[in-house]
């Protein structure tokens, strides 16, 4: 089939009723959490695993994916007229976006980065895709050996991107390996690391893990600190940007989009480093650097593209190579697990309508969140008044209902309550959860590939060297890790991770 | 030169945590290497195989010893290098949040969803000053019948939505 006949396949499952719907849900639910401080995209999707649970795969994973980009949208507008980043993403936009709106454009601002968000939204999923598939192809000719380097690759990607040092980078994925690995082994039925507990024999479940390093510390970590929230009291006045801008800002959502759609598809990237590099880039190409802080609607334009575009090529070496790059794209691949798909190459040709409906959701969504959201910017700006004492609480009774509902079991709660606390912890000490999550994840996989790669060649471990396609992996692996090592690479990622 | 720890650190900056260049990292490293202890004492008995055709205990142990290496080195290097001090934790915040899931736990299955939901927001409530009991009602009546509605009618998940009839078999 080609590219023309799979989306039309796309558009057919896409624009069923419901599958309309749970878009619509996921975009405006996305909207919201991006609008709303203290409350991001992992912690939302964590909260809705449970949920997905009762819905078809198709309609769950599109509304996902809808929370995802739809959070990108979300967060510019917080940025922008209370100059507070909704979603982490937003930061680099409070810095011009802000100041846009103190001069009374912040009806234009919003324009350029719902726009910009869109056209870069458009096009990434253009190239998701028109690469996932080539890239599935080929990983389908994968053996376990080429698997495994790849994953140990995917690994690495995430600890020399993650924030803070190495080595406690190294520490939580040794960390979220055991995590993933414990319960029964799948070749022998022998327990492994379950304390003994039968609730544990089936392994560690992920929903109860991620809501408890991700939903929960946040919680705690927003209610450490009183609320201050100072909103936007001019009226918002004329959405539509002059021709001057439009001039401007097109240049710089061109270049954002690159940015964001090539850091997209590096594991361990988040949208956070693509808005970053963009602003930075644009800073540098603009003939006019002096007004970047002050307004400049290039530093609108670009980060909003980049983080946008990077939401959607993030999910290119998910769907087609089952390794999810950032901690959103672990939780989509848990979401696929809890529906029995073992996420893979595998997934687009045994599940077209899948993929391809998950596709063409996506430019049905960006165009959703455009057409509906600059109309309901005023509400959006309203729901910024509900105070946190009333929305957290609200937020902790959800978390309850869902991890108890997965199987019925006060043991899922109880492991929230111990990776809560373990979560919490990890936020004190800066220890950046997401590698423990991708290795979470990626352990089962890595531990059987490896060990069917060692079976096929008789326990000769040179078989990962030998194979090109697989060398090629590990010395990337271990050209990365040399690279950050050196000091004068390490303070620039450091400088770039900042937040 | 031993890094002076931030006067204002209100955590244990006394003694011996005053001695160490980076605290956090040091924190961190033990309980990286408490959990890798915890993890080899659990896989003591589990078959480790050999390369060719690995046990069961190949894997995980191998990790572990990872494990126990990268916290030695961090608990290591926070001796020597400096670092930022602990951070403070809030312990009402952290304490109330888990204490009203474990109400949650505790009341689910004996309370039913409207009555254990009531429970957890009376708890969840006491994480905040800025909580006012007017609004707290509200929002518990609000939620439990929004829960009740949404998980229980609507989804049709099997979870107790009253207690039972007899209240012998709450306790």
């Known amino acids: ?499 | 030169m031993i890094p002076r720890a931030d006067p204002r650190a209100p955590s244990p900056s006394t003694g011996l945590w005053r001695r160490v260049g980076a605290p956090t990292e040091l924190l961190a490293g033990l309980f990286f290497m408490a959990l890798a202890a915890l993890g080899l004492w659990l896989l003591r008995d589990v078959r480790l195989g050999t390369a060719m055709r690995m046990g069961p205990g190949f894997l995980p142990t191998s990790v572990c010893y990872g494990l126990l290496l990268f916290g030695l080195i961090m608990a290591g290097r926070s001796l020597v290098t400096a670092g930022p001090p602990l951070a403070r934790w809030h312990l009402r915040p952290l304490g109330v949040v888990l204490g009203s899931l474990l109400v949650f736990a505790v009341g689910i299955q004996r309370l039913g969803l409207f009555v254990t939901t009531l429970l957890a927001v009376a708890v969840a409530a006491l994480a905040t000053p800025e909580s006012r009991w007017r609004e707290v009602v509200v929002i518990a009546v609000a939620l439990a019948a929004f829960s009740t509605v949404l998980f229980v009618r609507a989804l049709g998940l099997p979870i107790p939505a009253w207690p039972p009839v007899s209240w012998a078999q709450v306790f």
């Open chain 1, 1 to 499: 089939m080609d590219l023309a006949a799979n989306l039309m396949l796309g558009f057919e499952v896409a624009l069923s009723p419901i599958n309309l719907v749970y878009c619509l849900v996921g975009v405006l639910v996305g909207t919201l959490i991006g609008v709303l401080p203290g409350i991001g995209p992992i912690a939302t999707i964590s909260m809705l695993l449970p949920i997905t649970f009762h819905l078809p795969p198709v309609s769950a994973l599109i509304m996902l994916a809808g929370i995802y980009y739809g959070a990108q949208y979300g967060g510019s507008t917080t940025a922008i007229l209370v100059n507070l980043p909704g979603e982490a993403s937003s930061v680099v936009t409070c810095i011009d976006g802000y100041q846009m709106a103190r001069q009374g454009r912040a009806g234009p601002a919003l324009a350029v980065a719902a726009l910009g968000s869109l056209f870069a939204g458009c096009v990434a999923t253009l190239m998701l895709a028109a690469f996932a598939q080539p890239l599935a192809s080929a990983a389908l000719l994968f053996g376990p050996a080429e698997y495994f380097s790849l994953m140990a690759f995917g690994l690495v990607l995430a600890i020399v991107l993650a924030q803070g040092s190495l080595v406690p980078a190294f520490a939580m994925i040794a960390v979220g390996l055991l995590l993933g690995l414990a319960g029964s082994d799948v070749t022998t039925g022998a327990d492994r690391l379950t304390f003994g507990l039968i609730e544990l024999s089936e392994g560690v479940d992920f929903v109860p893990l991620a809501m408890g390093l991700y939903a929960i510390p946040e919680i705690v970590k927003n209610l450490e600190q009183p609320e201050q929230r100072s909103v936007l009291r001019e009226r918002i006045q004329g959405l539509w940007p002059t021709a001057d801008d439009f001039r401007r800002a097109w240049p710089a959502t061109l270049r954002g989009t690159g940015i964001g759609s090539a850091l997209g598809i590096l594991p361990g990237s988040g949208s956070m480093l693509a808005a970053f590099s963009a602003y930075m880039v644009e800073k540098q190409v603009s003939r006019r650097p002096e007004e970047f802080g002050q307004g400049a609607v290039e530093g609108v334009a670009a980060p909003e593209s980049a983080n946008n575009a990077h939401a959607q090529t993030s999910f290119i070496p998910l769907l087609s190579l089952g390794i999810p790059p950032n901690a959103v794209m672990a939780l989509m691949a848990g979401a696929m697990t809890i529906q029995g798909i073992q996420p893979g190459p595998q997934v687009m040709s045994a599940k077209p309508d899948l993929f391809w409906g998950m596709i063409a959701s996506m430019w049905i969504g960006n165009v959703m969140l455009v057409v509906i959201n600059l109309p309901l910017i005023r509400i959006w700006v309203a729901l910024l008044k509900v105070p946190y004492r009333l929305l957290y609480i609200a937020i902790l009774v959800f978390c309850c209902v869902g991890v108890y509902s997965l199987h019925n079991s006060t043991f899922d709660i109880v492991l929230l309550i111990v990776f809560s606390l373990v979560g919490y912890a990890f936020a004190k000490w800066k220890l950046d959860p997401a590698p423990l999550v991708l290795a979470f994840i990626l352990g089962p996989m890595i531990e059987e590939n490896l060990r069917r790669a060692l079976l096929v060649s008789n326990g000769d471990p040179t078989v990962f060297l030998s194979r090109p396609l697989s060398l090629a992996f590990l010395l990337a692996a271990l050209g990365m890790i040399v690279l950050f090592t050196l000091p004068k690479v390490k303070q620039r990622r450091d400088a770039a991770l900042q937040e």
